[in-house]
């Protein structure tokens, strides 16, 4: 006769556990055991910066960066890019500077679906920051007691994904593409909760 045992857990681990059957009308020295050992798990991709960014630095002036992850400030930093150029149709060749990928890794032991979206649809908070200003780290001459420039939200999205989700077996790895297209000078912030990249995962 077959036994049926299900398994259900409210946290992640490893169980084991002995089942002890004795036959009726059998000696009480005759049992036997049976060890059954089970284990959950929840989906999972690689969140090591070490895994998911091409260039790392562990500290770098934003304006020397390029498409770097920097440790210090955890954030990824296109760094310099030309103002107003056009993103390229679907379909062509994207240009390299504005773009980088990202390695999505599925570390855990189930095939897994992960949803990609920015917060605020890519949109990001600008700021007219005089260029002198944030290269040399003081005011331009004769503006030292210039008032600190204001935050604006751009209405048009800046940033963009090449896929809104990709699915993965355990151990797989695929590219996210990432790309930066802002439509005036500035510095772009991209460490505000509104432009962080969300990430959903579904089994």
């Known amino acids: 006769m077959p036994l049926l045992l299900r398994y259900s857990a409210n946290a992640v681990g490893a169980t084991d556990q002995r089942f002890t059957f004795e036959m009726v009308g059998v000696a009480a020295d005759r049992q036997t055991a049976l060890e ?4 959950s798990a929840l989906p999972s991709i ?7 960014f091409h260039q790392k630095a562990k500290s770098r002036h934003p304006l020397k960066s390029s498409k770097t992850f920097v440790v210090s400030r955890n954030t990824f930093e296109f760094g310099p890019l030309l103002v107003g150029r056009a993103r390229p149709a679907d379909g062509a060749a994207a240009h390299k500077e504005n773009t980088d990928s990202l390695h999505i890794s599925n570390n855990g032991p189930f095939p897994l679906t992960v949803h990609f979206s920015f917060l605020n649809d890519g949109t990001a908070m600008h700021s007219d920051i005089p260029l002198v ?4 780290g003081a005011p331009p001459v004769g503006e030292a ?3 600190p420039p204001v935050e604006r939200t751009a209405t048009q999205p800046v940033f963009f994904l ?13 590219d996210l593409v990432v790309s ?3 439509d005036c000078n500035g510095i772009y912030l991209v460490n505000s909760a509104s ?3 969300s990430l959903c995962i579904c089994v």
Not at 133 to 136: E, I, K, P
């Open 36 to 39: 059954v050992s089970a284990s």
């Open 46 to 52: 690689s969140k090591d910066y070490r895994n998911v």
């Open 133 to 136: 200003t944030a290269v040399n």
């Open 145 to 147: 007691d210039a008032s």
């Open 162 to 174: 090449s896929t809104a989700s990709m699915e993965l077996l355990p151990g797989e790895t695929q």
């Open 180 to 182: 930066a297209y802002p």
């Open 195 to 197: 432009k962080e990249l």
